[in-house]
C-alpha cells in the first residue's frame, strides 16, 4: 500500500516538475535549468517583497515587487515560447540593473547587496551560453566595482538604513541563507544533469561498440562464405572445358550449381537490404496489401530449393486476408522464413505455411518439420550476434535473414516469434494489422 503512495506521489512530482521546467524530451538541458531557476527566482523575489517591507527596507521591497511581473514575463518567455537566450540575456541584464539600484538603498557595501551580486554571478554563469560568459563576468566586474568605487568616494548617496545591529542581522542572515541555498540547489542539479547526460553518452558508446563488433564479425563471414559458390562455378567451368560430361551428370551439376547461386543471391539481397537500411534508415510505406499475392511469387522462388531436398511444400492461404504493410518488406520477411525451414528440414520433411485471423491481426505461420532451434541459440535469434549454422544439406548463412524479419516486423508495427514443436522442428509466427 505505501509503495503504491509513494509511486503516486513520485509520478505527481515528476508531473509537476516537467509542468514547471518542461518535458526532457521537448526542451534542453540548458532550457530546462533556466526555466527552474526562473521559478525559484521568482519564488525568492516574491518572498523578499514583504519580507524587506517589515524589515523597513521599502525601497527594496518596492524593487522586487517590480521584478515580479518582469521575471514571470521572463519565465513565459523561456517555457513557453522556448526563447532561452533571450530571456537569459533579459534577465542577467534586469538583475545586475535592479541590484545596482538598491545597491544605494541597501546599505551598500554594509549591507547584503554583494552576496546578491554574487548569487546573480553564479546563476547567470549556470544558464548562460559559453560564448557569453566573458559578458556577463564583464558587467558583474564592471557594475559591483563601479558602485563600490563610487561609494568610496560619495558615502552620502548611500542610504544609512540599519539602524540596529539588528537590523543587519536581519539582512544578512536569511541572504547568506538564500545564496547558499540557491547555489547548493543549482549545483545539485548541475551535476546530475551531468552525470545523466555522461552515462546517456557511454551507454550509446557501448552500443556502437558492440555493434561495430557485430558489424566486422559479420562482413567477415560475409567475405568468407562468398569463397565456397564462387569456387563452386569455377570448378564446374573448368571441368567443362577440361571434360566431355553426359547429359546426366552435366544436368545435375548445373541443378546443384543453379542452387548453390540461387542461396547465394538470397544471402547478397539480404546483405543490400541490410546496408541501404544502415545508410539510409528504415523508409516504412504501410499500404493494404493482399497477402495471398504478395507470398504466391515467394512459394514459386522457393520451389526450387524445396525440390531439390524432396520436401513436402503444403499452404492454406486465406485469400481474402489483407493487411497494412510495405509489401517488399512483408516479401522479404516470408522469403527468409521458408529459406530458413528449407535450410534446416531434411529429405523428405515438410514445410507448412498458413495465413489465418486472429482478432483484427492477420497470422502467418511457417511451420516446419526440421531440427528445431537449440536452447543456446534462442536469445538472439533475432539478433545481429552471428551465430549462423548449417543447414540439413550442408548449406551456409550468415545469420542476417532472422535478423531483418524482426527489424523489418517492428518498423510494419507487427510481431515475430517462434516456437520449438513437440513432433520436431519449429514453427515462426508472424503477426500484422489487417487492413480496413
Known amino acids: 500500500m505505501s509503495t503504491s503512495g509513494t509511486i503516486t506521489i513520485s509520478q505527481r512530482l515528476k508531473q509537476f516538475s516537467h509542468f514547471l521546467i518542461g518535458d526532457p524530451q521537448q526542451f534542453s538541458l540548458e532550457n530546462r535549468i533556466f526555466n527552474a531557476i526562473c521559478a525559484i527566482s521568482l519564488f525568492i523575489i516574491a518572498i523578499n517583497v514583504p519580507y524587506n517591507y517589515v524589515t523597513g527596507l521599502t525601497v527594496t521591497s518596492l524593487i522586487f515587487a517590480l521584478l515580479v511581473p518582469v521575471f514571470s514575463f521572463i519565465y513565459f518567455l523561456s517555457r513557453y515560447r522556448k526563447k532561452v537566450n533571450i530571456s537569459i540575456a533579459l534577465a542577467v541584464i534586469m538583475i545586475n540593473v535592479s541590484f545596482a539600484i538598491n545597491y544605494f538603498y541597501s546599505g551598500g557595501i554594509q549591507g547584503a547587496s554583494l552576496l546578491s551580486f554574487t548569487l546573480a554571478f553564479f546563476l547567470g554563469m549556470l544558464i548562460s551560453p559559453r560564448n557569453q560568459y566573458y559578458w556577463w563576468l564583464a558587467l558583474n566586474l564592471f557594475t559591483v566595482l563601479g558602485l563600490i568605487i563610487w561609494e568610496y568616494y560619495y558615502p552620502a548617496s548611500v542610504d544609512t538604513v540599519y539602524k540596529t545591529r539588528k537590523d543587519i542581522f536581519a539582512d544578512m542572515t536569511p541572504t547568506y541563507i538564500i545564496s547558499v541555498g540557491v547555489i547548493f540547489v543549482g549545483t545539485v542539479y548541475l551535476k ?244 480496413n
Open 192 to 435: 546530475n544533469a551531468y552525470n545523466k547526460e555522461k552515462q546517456r553518452g557511454e551507454e550509446k558508446t557501448r552500443s556502437l561498440e558492440i555493434m561495430n563488433t557485430e558489424k566486422s564479425k559479420l562482413f567477415s563471414l560475409i567475405s568468407h562464405d562468398l569463397r565456397n559458390p564462387l569456387a563452386a562455378i569455377q570448378s564446374y567451368l573448368q571441368l567443362m572445358r577440361e571434360i566431355e560430361l553426359d547429359p546426366e551428370n552435366k544436368t545435375q551439376i548445373e541443378t546443384e550449381l543453379l542452387y548453390v547461386v540461387n542461396s547465394t543471391q538470397e544471402m547478397l539481397y539480404n546483405i543490400l537490404v541490410w546496408s541501404k537500411t544502415q545508410m539510409d534508415g528504415l523508409n516504412v510505406n504501410l499500404t493494404p496489401v493482399d497477402v495471398a499475392s504478395a507470398i504466391h511469387p515467394i512459394l514459386k522462388i522457393n520451389k526450387m530449393a524445396v525440390s531439390k531436398k524432396r520436401i513436402s511444400l503444403d499452404t492454406n492461404i486465406d485469400a481474402s486476408i489483407k493487411v497494412m504493410a510495405d509489401i517488399n518488406m512483408l516479401q522479404l520477411i516470408v522469403r527468409n522464413l521458408l529459406g530458413n525451414a528449407a535450410k534446416f528440414t531434411p529429405s523428405g520433411g515438410t514445410i507448412f505455411i498458413k495465413t489465418s485471423r486472429a482478432g483484427n491481426k492477420c497470422l502467418i505461420e511457417v511451420r516446419d518439420s526440421g531440427m528445431g532451434i537449440d536452447l543456446s541459440r534462442q536469445p538472439d535469434i533475432f539478433s545481429l550476434k552471428v551465430r549462423s549454422t548449417f543447414g540439413t544439406d550442408n548449406e551456409k548463412g550468415i545469420g542476417l535473414g532472422l535478423f531483418l524479419c524482426k527489424e523489418y516486423t517492428t518498423a510494419q508495427q507487427g510481431q515475430i516469434w517462434f516456437e520449438n514443436n513437440r513432433e520436431g522442428g519449429s514453427s515462426f509466427y508472424l503477426e500484422l494489422p489487417l487492413a
